[in-house]
């Protein structure tokens, strides 16, 4: 049997900040049934403080004759085949956050991710873990490759690169190369040098074996200038080893018929409709069945579109609808959302932060669930949204282009609403097109079961991922 090792910051249900988590969580829970599957953390107090460990060894992680780290290989205990590693290093882990606090990242980020890197691998040398394929997972995993060409040979490894969302690349100032042990030679094009600076991220392109990101589409869209975060060059060179895996969504925790953190479960919109009822309420707005309700969770950041939220609701001022909106992001973006519901009471409720059984009752009690973004990797929030039969409007990009397609109403076809323009124009016009569609109730039920009934959880998306891992073998 194949062994495989995810090498991530966050997994479910170990520690979480984004997406990233519920991808290698649900790899950490499918892979087992087809591989030997090992999961390597770093040793967060976050993880520390809920799961208890026993220690595996420690060892010296030298990176250069001035700079040696020691690494605590611990082991969770109580996990399946105790295949949870965590490498500890209180110095760089014991933190109130894992990347950084007040909207800054931590300024040693680099010497933190570069240990973790290299301790995975002299970790496992030290302790003998047989490792396969090291499945790495964005720019803070990206020197895996990297070390294990130049210092781990032995290992026999190869190595899966993962690019979650090419906008996060780990780019550092090059008086923090000295840092790294590498040789001067690796501070240059096409290596790490990047407009004078370090880019992490580029190790990962340039020394796995393949590469992937987590749509098809995105793959594609990152060849090209506008996507590629002036990296599309370097990614046009391993075109050939880049693919792109959808992201599935697990259906026993993302569905209305188990969610206990919703008003009702529900399998029928009649019961949809009662979560939207105690949705309103949990906003302040007046409760009626006669007015569409849009949704939209997640960051108040330019990417993900809410400028051009915040400009569509002012056209459509006159409009019958109201919008509920839970996230947190840049302080300006949180504060005209806030002035928004003041603006507009009736309409706009908004909740700054994160509260994981608000966002699921949006998803319940929402119509409409609004993702403009400019760019989507995958996107989880219009797969979470059609299993509980709320129809996505989504800008086609990335992971939405290839999940949500367009309502046709005469050809009885597609389940969202689709537009082209990162445009508060082309966002309005498709609000109204959804309000409209909302008062043809016929519609709307035949929405919800068809939304309801797609598939897309990770069976396939794990047949991808072993293909994937193969493939990395044979290039070895």
């Known amino acids: 049997m194949k062994k495989v090792a995810i090498v991530c910051c966050e997994c479910v249900p170990f520690v979480k900040v984004g997406g990233l988590a519920d991808v ?6 499918k892979l087992p049934r087809y591989v030997d599957t090992k999961v390597f953390l770093p040793g967060f107090r976050q993880i520390l403080e809920r799961f208890p460990t026993e220690k595996i060894l420690e060892c010296d992680v030298i990176f250069s004759q001035h700079r040696t780290e020691q690494a605590h290989l611990l082991r969770l205990k109580n996990c399946h085949n105790h295949n949870v590693y965590l490498i500890g290093n209180q110095k760089y882990f014991d933190r109130d956050q ?8 931590y300024p040693d980020n680099l010497l933190r991710f570069s240990f973790f890197s290299k301790a995975v691998l002299e970790c496992c040398r030290q302790a003998g873990i047989e490792v396969d394929v090291f499945h790495c997972n964005d720019w803070q995993t990206a020197l895996v490759p990297l070390y294990r060409k130049l210092f781990y040979s032995e290992l026999k490894a190869s190595v899966v690169f ?24 690796f501070f240059t094009m096409p290596q790490l ?15 796995s074996e393949m590469i992937n990101t987590v749509s098809p589409t995105y793959a594609k869209e990152i060849l090209t200038p506008e996507f590629g975060c002036k990296l599309e060059g370097l990614l046009k060179t391993r075109e050939n080893d880049l693919t792109g895996i959808l992201n599935g969504i697990d259906y026993m925790i993302w569905n209305p018929l188990f969610d206990d953190s919703i008003a009702q479960k529900y399998r029928t919109r009649k019961g949809k409709l009662t979560n939207k009822v105690a949705l309103q309420e949990k906003f302040s707005l ?19 579109g809410i400028d051009l939220i915040i400009e569509a609701i002012d056209m459509l001022k006159d409009a019958e609808f109201q919008f509920v909106c839970l996230g947190t992001g840049e302080a300006s973006y949180e504060q005209i959302v806030q002035s928004f519901s003041h603006k507009y009471p009736e309409k706009v409720g908004v909740r700054i932060g994160f509260d994981d059984g608000l966002a699921r009752q949006i998803y319940a009690g929402s119509d409409f669930f609004l993702m403009p973004s400019r760019f989507e990797p995958c996107g989880l929030g219009q797969l979470i949204s059609l299993k509980y039969g709320t129809i996505p409007i989504v800008r086609k990009t990335g992971g939405l282009a290839d999940t949500v397609k367009d309502l046709d109403i005469e050809k009885d076809d597609g389940w969202g609403i689709v537009f082209d323009n990162p445009k508060p124009e082309e966002l309005k016009n498709a609000m109204e097109q959804a309000i ?41």
């Not at 290698?24 to 829970?29: D, F, N, R, S, V």
């Not at 849009?294 to 993900?304: D, H």
Request: a neutral charge; zero cysteines.
């Open 162 to 185: 993962t690019i979650h969302n090419l906008a996060y690349q780990g780019v550092f100032p090059s008086d923090q190369f000295t840092y790294l042990g590498l040789g001067d030679e």
């Open 24 to 29: 290698t969580g649900a790899l950490y829970a």
């Open 436 to 476: 409209k569609i909302y008062y043809n109730q016929d519609l709307m039920e035949k929405l919800f079961k068809r939304a309801n009934s797609l598939n897309f959880s990770w069976n396939k998306s794990i047949e991808g991922y072993l293909s994937l891992y193969e493939k990395s073998l044979e290039k070895k």
């Open 98 to 105: 894992l990347y950084g606090e007040k909207g800054k990242d």
């Open 286 to 304: 007046p409760v009626s069945q006669n007015i569409p309700v849009f949704g939209f969770v997640g960051r108040l950041v330019e990417q993900k």
């Open 193 to 207: 040098e990047f407009y004078g600076n370090i880019n992490v991220m580029k190790a990962g392109i340039i020394h």
